[in-house]
Antibody, heavy 120, light 108 residues
Framework: EVQLVESGGGLVQPGGSLKLSCAASGFNFSIYWMSWVRQTPGKGLEWVANIKRDGSEKYYVGSVRGRFTVSRDNAKKSLYLQMDSLSAEDTAVYYCARASGVNANWFDPWGQGTLVIVSS | EIVLTQSPATLSLSPGERATLSCRAS??????LAWYQQKPGQAPRLLIY???NRATGIPARFSGSGSGTDFTLTISSLEPEDFAVYYC??????????FGQGTKLEIK
């Protein structure tokens, strides 16, 4: 069974840092682009970051560029999101997802999500 | 950035009825459009990719159509488990990808 399991969410103060992890199983992790997508009640679903199969290319939405860093460890079949300089606007459920399709066209499957709350 | 606008925001129908959900893009996305279903407390689930292809395990009552800027998700005969929120998503020109704001399909 293809599965993604996120961890690492929690409560963090504004300006703080948090690192999310996503453990993959049931598929050949190293041949897929991987993504982080977040969801808030106010802004809905928002793509956050993508990372290429070998980690050589990374892309971010403008609002997190320079603050968030996506990485992966193919040997451990794991995806990470290092989040620094967090603000209240980063409060969301963060999902990892496999970017599927020839050109990473869509997201399938998704993990169950991990909640990040930025608050003092 | 390409903006996706979904309509209606809420759709109230009864089981057995046909549901038609719309997604309009601010510029052409070709056929690079996907649809997702999300139920409360769950992650989104891929239903349709490349505008009209059903994902693995998705029932035949779900179908997608359209290209360019106008897309439709149709559920031919609603089952009780179909009442959820539906999102469209484009990848024509990523980054960034973008999602629509969602259509809530509720029981009438």
């Amino acid at each position: 069974e293809v599965q993604l399991v996120e961890s690492g969410g929690g409560l963090v103060q504004p300006g703080g840092s948090l690192k999310l992890s996503c453990a993959a199983s049931g598929f050949n992790f190293s041949i897929y682009w991987m993504s982080w997508v977040r969801q808030t009640p106010g802004k809905g679903l928002e793509w956050v970051a993508n990372i290429k199969r070998d980690g050589s290319e990374k892309y971010y939405v403008g609002s997190v560029r320079g603050r968030f860093t996506v990485s992966r460890d193919n040997a451990k079949k794991s995806l990470y999101l290092q989040m620094d300089s967090l603000s209240a606007e980063d409060t969301a459920v963060y999902y990892c997802a496999r970017a599927s399709g020839v050109n990473a066209n869509w997201f399938d499957p998704w993990g169950q999500g991990t909640l990040v709350i930025v608050s003092s | 950035e390409i903006v996706l606008t979904q309509s209606p925001a809420t759709l109230s129908l009864s089981p057995g009825e046909r549901a038609t959900l719309s997604c309009r893009a601010s510029q052409s996305v070709g056929n690079y459009l996907a649809w997702y279903q999300q139920k409360p407390g769950q992650a989104p689930r891929l239903l349709i990719y490349d505008a009209s292809n059903r994902a693995t395990g998705i029932p035949a009552r779900f179908s997608g159509s359209g290209s360019g800027t106008d897309f439709t998700l149709t559920i031919s005969s609603l089952e009780p488990e179909d009442f959820a929120v539906y999102y469209c998503q484009q990848r024509s020109n990523w980054p960034p990808y973008s999602f629509g704001q969602g259509t809530k399909l509720e029981i009438k």
